[in-house]
């Protein structure tokens, strides 16, 4: 092949580049594409550009409310028509001697290969673009109202408690180091009134853990022993849990925190870390 009808294909097939990343080329133009690709690193980095630019553009959009009469528009644009086939011009290439177009030039040429689809390659493109970037769109803002109503219902755990303190209707129990936390001095402190089912865990000197475990809080009811929540301590071995019980917490009789899975466990499977009675005979106030 002649150098300047070398040259000549080369620019066609970076024009084509832009409408390839965005799946708009046929088939055979997908293969001349991917086979200069494998040939040409200059062509690769250019389509490189164009997917990173493909995929920021799909999350760059502000969400809209499509109207209702979007389905039987788009249904009515993509049907087949009894006119006679769009007749459409191709690019003519006027600048021979430009072998490095700017990015914004490459944009335009993908446009301009994109104006060539058929219609109902278009319309398919922007359904599916659509739909994922509302899809994506959906995930966040589920993911986002979940950690709102956490965040709501740990607040208002506290708030309860506060009120607690506040009144004077609270008792602060202490509770020594178990056996598992002898050797690291462990102990902590519950907040709690025994009218109400909030409480208040405050821990120190907590051994850190390996991840994959956390702490977790048992309530005591003789021989029956209730999780009341998991937290993690930091590394200097502080932690806290606020929490709200089934039943007020007068009808507990003891509180234990023993090393469980982070995922935690249906009942205590090591040594209480820090534990002891609450409201029973032997409570340390």
């Given amino acids: 092949m002649a150098p300047e009808e070398k040259k000549t294909d080369c620019t066609e097939i970076h024009e084509l580049i832009g409408a390839y990343c ?29 997917h990173a630019l493909a995929e920021t553009l799909l999350f760059s959009a502000t969400p809209v409310e499509p109207p209702a009469s979007l389905s039987a528009s788009l249904l009515a644009a993509t049907a087949p028509s ?79 408690v506060l009120t607690q303190v506040g ?31 909030q409480g208040f865990l405050l821990a120190e000197n907590l051994p850190v853990l390996q991840p994959g475990h956390a702490y977790q809080v048992w309530l005591g009811q003789g021989d029956i022993e209730i999780s009341a929540g998991l937290f993690n301590a930091n590394a200097a071995g502080y932690g806290k849990l606020v929490f709200t019980a089934p039943l007020p917490m007068g009808q507990y009789d003891s509180l234990l925190v023993t090393e469980e899975p982070a995922t935690g466990s249906s009942q205590p499977t090591t040594p209480p870390t820090i534990g002891g009675s609450i409201y ?5 106030s």
Avoid: F, M
């Fill in 22 to 50: 965005l799946g708009a080329t046929d088939p055979d133009e997908t293969g001349l594409v991917e086979a200069h690709l494998a040939e040409c690193p200059e062509a690769a980095a250019e389509a490189a550009e164009y």
């Fill in 280 to 284: 029973g005979e032997e409570y340390q």
């Fill in 167 to 197: 009144e004077g209707a609270y008792l602060r129990i202490g509770l020594p180091a178990g056996p598992a936390g002898i050797a690291t001095d462990a102990y902590g402190a519950l907040v709690c009134s025994p009218d109400q089912p």
């Fill in 82 to 160: 009894s006119d006679a086939p769009l007749s459409v011009a191709l690019p003519v290439q006027t600048k021979a001697e430009d072998t490095s177009p700017s990015l914004w030039h490459r944009i335009q040429a993908a446009l301009a290969g994109l104006s060539l689809r058929p219609l109902p390659v278009l319309a398919g493109i922007a359904v599916v673009t659509l739909l994922a970037a509302n899809l994506y769109l959906i995930s966040q803002i589920g993911a986002l109202q979940s950690s709102v109503d956490a965040l709501q219902s740990q607040a208002g755990q506290q708030v309860a």
